[in-house]
């Protein structure tokens, strides 16, 4: 089993910027794909970025690609999400996501609980 708890989230006015942290526990070495997705409540959760362990391959989705960049600090067993120029249709629960299988991004294994970015206008 791996763990992941998420950290970083809160209130930022648009343009504005925040940082997601993700760490991950137990069997981190099965790890091969982290990644970020977000959720509003009553839509569908949608992929937002996503690293390889080694960090040679990361994956972004259109609405992010620019402003958003993942990054991991393996030695930490740590990911991260460096969001600049926020908008408010950036507002949703972001989740950290890992994949046991290589280049598998969509179809993560384990999730986190959540944290909430809100941006305001």
């Known amino acids: 089993q791996v763990q992941l708890v998420e950290s970083g989230g809160g209130l930022v006015q648009a343009g504005g910027s925040l940082r997601l942290s993700c760490a991950a526990s137990g069997r981190t070495f099965s790890i091969a794909t982290m990644a970020w997705f977000r959720q509003v409540p009553g839509q569908e959760r949608e992929f937002v970025a996503a690293?390889?362990?080694?960090?040679?391959?990361?994956y972004y989705a259109d609405s992010v690609k620019g402003r958003f960049t993942i990054s991991r600090d393996n030695a930490k067993n740590t990911v991260y999400l460096q969001m600049n120029s926020l908008k408010p249709e950036d507002t949703a629960i972001y989740y950290c996501?890992?994949?046991?299988?290589?280049?598998?991004?969509?179809?993560?294994?384990?999730w986190g609980q959540g944290t909430q970015v809100t941006v305001s206008s």
């Open positions: 996501a890992a994949g046991v299988i290589p280049r598998n991004v969509f179809r993560p294994n384990y």
């Open positions: 690293t390889s362990w080694s960090g040679l391959s990361t």
